[in-house]
T-cell receptor
Framework: DAGVIQSPRHEVTEMGQEVTLRCKPI?????LFWYRQTMMRGLELLIY????????DSGMPEDRFSAKMPNASFSTLKIQPSEPRDSAVYFC????????????FGQGTRLTVV | GENVEQHPSTLSVQEGDSAVIKCTYS??????FPWYKQELGKGPQLIID?????GEKKDQRIAVTLNKTAKHFSLHITETQPEDSAVYFC???????????FGSGTRLSIRP
C-alpha cells in the first residue's frame, strides 16, 4: 500500500480564495483524521470520521472550514474563504478503527495564504 | 475536555546519553498511548505505543512507561544517536475508533 496520500503537497493562495485539500486513506482503514500543525498550536485535531461519518468536528475553527468523506477512499477539507491565519501544514491520517490502533499519517499539505 | 501535556518542549543531549520525555493526560478513560517521531518535511510516524494493561514496553533503544494512577507516561531513548534528532509527540486515545489527542511536541537535538 502506498500509505495515506495527500494532495497537493504545497498550496499558495490569495486571501479570500477557496482551498480544497484532498486525502486518500489506506485501503481498509475505517477512521480518518484531519489535523492542522502550526508552531504556536502544535498538532490540532480538526475533525475525524468513522466509516465515512463525521464523529467529532469540535476542532474545526469556524464555519469557513468544512470536511467531507463521500466514500471510504476519499476525503476533502475545504476552506472558504481562506485567510492568512489559516497558513499551516494540514495532515490527514487513517487507522483501522478496530483491533489495530496505529494511525498512519500522510506527508501533509503546506498551505500558505497570502 | 481531553488534554495531553508534554514536557520539555526542547531537549538537547550529548550523543550516547539518554533522553526522557514526559506526558500527562486528563481523560482517565484513555487506554492507548502512542509516540510519534516527526522528521523535517514529513508526517509523524509511530515509533512505539503502549496500552493501559501494560506498565512498560521496550523496543531496542526505546522504552515507554505508563502510570495509570498518576496519568503519566514517558518515552526513554538510550544511547542516543544523531538520527534520533527530530520532534517527538506523545498522544492518547480512548479506543481504536476514537480520536487521538497529541501533546505539544518535544524537539530533541543530539549533540555530537
Amino acid at each position: 500500500d502506498a500509505g495515506v496520500i495527500q494532495s497537493p503537497r504545497h498550496e499558495v493562495t490569495e486571501m479570500g480564495q477557496e482551498v480544497t485539500l484532498r486525502c486518500k486513506p489506506i485501503s481498509g482503514h475505517n477512521s480518518l483524521f484531519w489535523y492542522r500543525q502550526t508552531m504556536m498550536r502544535g498538532l490540532e485535531l480538526l475533525i475525524y470520521f468513522n466509516n465515512n461519518v463525521p464523529i467529532d468536528d469540535s476542532g474545526m475553527p469556524e464555519d469557513r472550514f468544512s470536511a467531507k468523506m463521500p466514500n471510504a477512499s476519499f476525503s476533502t477539507l475545504k476552506i472558504q474563504p481562506s485567510e492568512p491565519r489559516d497558513s499551516a501544514v494540514y495532515f490527514c491520517a487513517s487507522r483501522t478503527g478496530t483491533g489495530g490502533s496505529e494511525a498512519f499519517f500522510g506527508q501533509g499539505t503546506r498551505l500558505t495564504v497570502v | 475536555g481531553e488534554n495531553v501535556e508534554q514536557h520539555p518542549s526542547t531537549l538537547s543531549v550529548q550523543e550516547g546519553d539518554s533522553a526522557v520525555i514526559k506526558c500527562t493526560y486528563s481523560d482517565s478513560a484513555s487506554n492507548y498511548f502512542p509516540w510519534y517521531k516527526q522528521e523535517l518535511g514529513k508526517g509523524p510516524q509511530l515509533i512505539i505505543d503502549i496500552r493501559s494493561n501494560v506498565g512498560e514496553k521496550k523496543d531496542q533503544r526505546i522504552a515507554v512507561t505508563l502510570n495509570k494512577t498518576a496519568k503519566h507516561f514517558s518515552l526513554h531513548i538510550t544511547e542516543t544517536q544523531p538520527e534520533d534528532s527530530a520532534v517527538y509527540f506523545c498522544a492518547a486515545s480512548k479506543s481504536s475508533a476514537s480520536k487521538i489527542i497529541f501533546g505539544s511536541g518535544t524537539r530533541l537535538s543530539i549533540r555530537p
